[in-house]
């Protein structure tokens, strides 16, 4: 199939190279020239432009950072026309940047009035899931699209979850990741004093792996340097998802929460933590360096 990847960052690369590896003609765009060599290298083509990407692509994947990227990208601003101006009618979009299920809609619209189908798929798993391609994606859309996308989905990923109509998918992902959070904080807060009584944060670590206290950042993406290799703690909290995306999250969620009046105190208290954290500087760093805001100091 010949697809339009648009958006290469630290998720969007791998998820682009899995596809050029299951044999999809891939033209991949992004505003690092850096970015597009990783997935040339793996025999993507190189895209001049966003439209060129899209130029006669049967699908167009988007990973892009926020809501006014994507509704810019698609639908225009500042005077410009928008890319589904240059989609080809019959293609699907399929956006798995994590927005505002408000955007994902009002793209989507956009994208029907023009022939063009359109599913939102935000994706879970980090970024060794993108390598890997053992995502999860929680897909909003139509039966027909989503198994239109779903060839391409599972190439990506190894779980795929069809959340609703358009906007469902977003909605799922900002109440997982507000989860996410909630949990990265927790789990900084019992290392951190547990380190701060002279605990060996790797022995204590997996002590709560394997009692009640188990959860997916003592699994795989341990906060505290040094206990998990592979995670962006032991890399200096390079790569991975940064303070600052989480950070947006968790501001869609508080946005949701109060459209629809749900109560969301946890979620409010660690976007508030994560805030101090980030105009403490580490807003480029992996969002498991918040236990730096909760660690002993001196």
């Known amino acids: 199939m010949q697809i339009g990847f ?17 044999g999809h003609s891939v033209k991949a765009f992004d505003l690092s020239a850096e970015a597009v060599a990783k997935v040339v290298a793996e ?3 190189a895209a001049s432009s966003a439209q060129d990407a899209v130029q006669g692509a049967e699908a ?18 500042g005077g410009q026309g928008g890319l589904l101006e240059n989609i080809s009618k019959g293609a699907l979009i399929i956006d798995s940047s994590t927005i505002a299920a408000a955007t994902s809609q009002k793209v989507a619209q956009a994208a029907e ?5 359109f599913i939102d798929a935000p994706v879970s798993g980090g970024t060794g899931g993108a390598i890997a391609g053992t995502l999860t994606f929680m897909v909003g859309g139509s039966d027909s699209d989503l198994e239109r996308a779903r060839p391409l989905l599972e190439k990506m990923g190894a779980n795929i979850f ?55 950042a003592l699994e795989k993406y341990n906060p505290y340097p040094g206990v998990h290799e592979h995670a962006p703690a032991s890399k200096g909290y390079a790569g991975g998802f940064g303070t600052d995306l989480m950070l947006k999250d968790l501001g869609l969620a508080q946005e949701n929460a109060l459209a629809v009046k749900a109560s969301t105190p946890l979620g409010g208290l660690a976007r508030a933590l994560y805030a101090a954290h980030s105009l403490g500087g ?11 805001l909760l660690q002993k100091q001196g």
């Not at 958006?7 to 190279?17: E, R």
């Not at 009035?113 to 189908?117: D, L, P, T």
């Open 6 to 22: 648009i958006g290469l960052g630290n998720m969007g690369a791998p998820m682009a190279i899995n596809l050029v590896k299951a």
């Open 43 to 45: 025999g993507g083509q």
């Open 60 to 77: 167009i994947v988007t990973m892009l950072p926020a809501s006014q990227h994507v509704e810019g990208l698609f639908l225009g601003q």
């Open 113 to 117: 009035a023009a022939g063009v189908g």
């Open 162 to 216: 069809h959340a609703g109509s358009v906007g469902a998918g977003q909605t799922a992902k900002i109440c997982n990741n507000m989860l996410l959070g909630i949990l990265m904080i927790g789990t900084s807060e019992a290392i951190a004093l547990g380190a701060a009584n002279g605990l060996d944060p790797a022995v204590l670590s997996e002590i709560m792996r394997r009692s009640s206290g188990g959860n997916w």
């Open 282 to 292: 580490h807003g480029g760093e992996d969002f498991s360096s918040v236990i730096k």
